[in-house]
């Protein structure tokens, strides 16, 4: 029976190619989820998939070129396909959120998401984490995200912290958007947020 889902699955995750990220609801329709489970434990075992956390697999793209070996998916890229298997919004936060607009070289070991989600902790390889944590859907209605991403890196900041560095790098992202893009986003700002950003286009 396991040989027969071992099957179904190895040709299912082909025809979606190498870095496909997938859990065992989305073979569910080859048997219960004990007997899935048990076939993708042993496809991990045998090195055909790698197991990224409980119940989150991959089938991993290899660098031959280079040496490089498996080309392992972004947290981000994590967090997208947990949020898309459970039809939530998410949206990145604090230090992730300054570092995507390079208001902070430090890349976090926790990222954290917001979401409209279940609030949960996904434990990765490298001492890695996704934090989902839950917040009230004014925080997920913006329709710009760049927008978005500001507004929760200057939060993570705090008014009293923004620095003229801080200040013209944003001008930077800016710089590429059109403010007609971001007017309906402005009332989701805090007033001092909106506020810089507003300077940007004066």
């Given amino acids: 029976m ?12 082909k025809k979606c190619g ?20 048990k076939t993708l434990e042993r496809l991990n075992n045998d090195e055909i998939i790698i197991r990224l956390s409980n119940g989150i697999y991959l089938y991993p793209k290899i660098d031959k070129a280079l040496g490089l070996g498996v080309l ?5 890229d994590v967090a997208r396909q947990v949020a898309r298997r459970d039809r939530a919004r998410i949206a990145p936060t604090g ?5 995507l607009l390079g208001l902070s070289t430090q890349v976090p070991m926790n990222v954290v998401f917001l979401t409209d989600g279940s609030q949960r902790k996904i434990k990765l390889g490298n001492n890695r984490t996704i934090t989902f ?14 927008a ?8 993570e900041l705090g008014q009293q912290n923004v620095r003229a560095e801080h200040l013209l790098a944003l001008r930077r992202v800016f710089s590429t958007i059109k403010e007609e893009s971001i007017l309906a986003d402005y009332k989701l700002m805090p007033a001092w947020i909106r506020k810089i950003i507003k300077s940007f286009y004066e």
């Fill in 148 to 155: 978005q991403l500001a507004t929760f890196a200057l939060r």
């Fill in 95 to 99: 230090a992730y959120a300054l570092n």
């Fill in 2 to 13: 396991q040989e027969t889902i071992g099957r179904k699955i190895i040709s299912n995750i």
């Fill in 18 to 37: 190498r870095g496909t990220i997938f859990f065992p609801g989305n073979f569910a329709t080859y048997g219960d989820i004990k007997s899935v489970s």
């Fill in 72 to 76: 392992y998916p972004s947290v981000e």
């Fill in 133 to 146: 944590r839950h917040t009230v859907p004014r925080n997920l209605a913006f329709t710009n995200k760049t």
